[in-house]
């Protein structure tokens, strides 16, 4: 079982960046593959970034496709979502997510571990 908590959430004005973390206990991370998801008050949980064992290929919902980046550091145990040119729509709490596949997957209740959140604010 793997352990996970988020980090780096704040307030931000549009256009500016954040950049989250999630950092994992109990097992290695480079046994999963990572995920960052968003619920935003009211609405449906919804998939924003995938990436794979190694790195080596990553998943993107196409609303923050070109504005985020996600990465990891499976030495420091670590997974990172970059997001830059924030907009108010971004506004939601951020989970990390680990899951067993060997792929990046979309849907959320595909993934067996997930952290507590982290909130993001954007002001317009």
């Known amino acids: 079982q793997v352990h996970l908590v988020e980090s780096g959430g704040g307030l931000v004005q549009a256009g500016g960046s954040l950049r989250l973390s999630c950092a994992a206990s109990?097992?290695?991370?480079?046994?999963?593959?990572m995920g960052w998801f968003r619920q935003a008050p009211g609405k449906e949980r919804e998939f924003v970034a995938a990436?794979?064992?190694?790195?080596?290929?990553?998943l993107y919902a196409d609303s923050v496709k070109g504005r985020f980046t996600i990465s990891r550091d499976n030495a420091k145990n670590t997974v990172n979502l970059q997001m830059n040119s924030l907009k108010p729509d971004d506004t939601a709490v951020y989970y990390c997510?680990?899951?067993?596949?060997?792929?990046?997957?979309?849907?959320?209740?595909?993934?067996?571990?997930w952290g507590q959140g982290t909130q993001v604010t954007v002001s317009s």
């Open positions: 990436i794979t064992r190694s790195g080596g290929n990553t």
């Open positions: 997510a680990a899951d067993t596949s060997v792929v990046p997957r979309r849907s959320g209740t595909l993934y067996d571990y």
């Open positions: 109990g097992r290695t991370l480079s046994t999963y593959v």
